[in-house]
C-alpha cells in the first residue's frame, strides 16, 4: 500500500500523552443514553459501553493538538482519514449533498474522555456519535497484528475506513435504524449496521485510489490484507477464540464471511447504495 504520497487534511487531535479526562458530576444520565452509545469495529457491545457511562457518567474531553501528526504513525491515520472525507465528499456531492467529515480522529494512550464516556484502549478503535469523533489507541495496530492475526498497513486503513463509515451512519440516521432493530444477535440491527459500515470501508477502498479519492495506491495483496481484517474481528472469530464456541445470539458485529462478504460487495460495487444490510434478506 502507498499511502505517503496521499493528502494530509490535518484533522486529527493528538491526544498522546495527556492522560485521561476528569469525570463531570452532576450530569443527567438518562438524557444522555440515546447519543452516548459508541460504535467499535469488534467485540465491545453498544450495551456495554453503556453501562460503562452509567457507571462514571460522562466525561471531560482535554483538547489535544491540532493538525497533521509529526511522526509516521499519526500521518499514516491523518492520510486515510483524509481519503476517506474525499471520498465521501464526492459521494455526497453526486447527489447534491454536502458531507460533512467527522469532528476529528482523536489519538489517546490507554484511557480517554469522550461523549460516549472514557475511552479505552481495551475497547479497541471506536466511533462516538454524541462528538461525531474517531478515537483510536495505536497500540491496536500491534495487538490487530499479534492477537488477530491481520498484519499489513491495509487492514489498519480498513479499521480507519469502517469507524468512518459509523460517521456517514449518524449522518443518515441509521444508528436509530438499527437501535430499533435490537443491538444483539446475528439477524440484530447491530449487525446490519456493522456489515453495512464495512461495506462503506470497502467503497472507501474502490475510490481512494483513484485521484479524487486522495492518490492512495493499493494492490491485491492490500484488498486481501483488507478481507483478513474483516474476517479476524469476526463475531465467530473472536468468540470461537476467547470462549471456544460461537454462539450466535450474542453476536454484535456480524461472523467473519460475512464481514468479508459485505466489505467486498462495497469495493465491487464503489458505491454505498450496494450497502443495505437493513433490507438485504440474507446477510
Ligand atoms: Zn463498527
Given amino acids: 500500500m502507498e499511502w505517503r504520497g496521499g493528502r494530509r487534511g490535518g484533522n486529527i487531535e493528538d ?27 469488534f467485540g465491545i457491545s453498544p450495551e456495554q459501553t453503556l453501562s460503562a457511562i452509567e457507571q462514571g457518567g460522562p466525561v471531560s474531553q482535554q483538547e489535544g493538538q491540532r493538525g497533521t501528526p509529526q511522526d509516521e504513525a499519526g500521518q499514516f491515520v491523518d492520510v486515510i482519514e483524509t481519503s476517506t472525507t474525499e471520498v465521501w465528499t464526492a459521494i455526497y456531492a453526486a447527489s447534491g449533498k454536502r458531507y460533512q467529515p467527522p469532528a476529528s480522529a482523536v489519538l489517546y494512550e490507554q484511557a480517554t474522555g469522550t461523549g460516549c464516556g472514557t475511552g479505552q484502549s481495551a475497547m479497541g478503535p471506536f466511533y462516538c456519535p454524541a462528538d461525531q469523533k474517531v478515537y483510536l489507541d495505536l497500540s491496536f495496530w500491534n495487538e490487530l ?90 463475531d465467530d472469530t473472536i468468540q470461537q477464540k476467547t470462549q471456544g464456541r460461537v454462539v450466535p445470539d450474542a453476536f454484535t458485529h456480524g461472523t467473519a464471511a460475512q464481514r468479508m462478504r459485505w466489505f467486498r460487495a462495497g469495493y465491487e460495487a464503489g458505491d454505498p447504495a450496494a450497502c443495505n444490510t437493513f433490507s438485504a434478506r440474507s446477510l
Fill in 145 to 234: 497484528e499479534t492477537k488477530f492475526g491481520a498484519s499489513g498497513e491495509f487492514a489498519r486503513a480498513y479499521v480507519i475506513a469502517h469507524e468512518v463509515g459509523h460517521h456517514v451512519q449518524n449522518l443518515e440516521g441509521a444508528m436509530q435504524q438499527a437501535q430499533r432493530q435490537g443491538m444483539r444477535g446475528e439477524d440484530s440491527g447491530a449487525v446490519r449496521l456493522e456489515l453495512q459500515a464495512d461495506c462503506y470501508a470497502g467503497v472507501w477502498a474502490a475510490r481512494a485510489g483513484t485521484q479524487a479519492g486522495g492518490g492512495l495506491r493499493f494492490n491485491a495483496q492490500d484488498i486481501t490484507d483488507g478481507l483478513g481484517a474483516a474476517s479476524a474481528v469476526g
Fill in 15 to 41: 491526544r498522546r500523552g495527556m492522560g485521561p479526562g476528569a469525570a463531570v458530576g452532576g450530569v443527567g444520565v438518562v438524557g444522555l443514553v440515546a447519543a452516548a452509545i459508541g460504535y467499535f469495529v
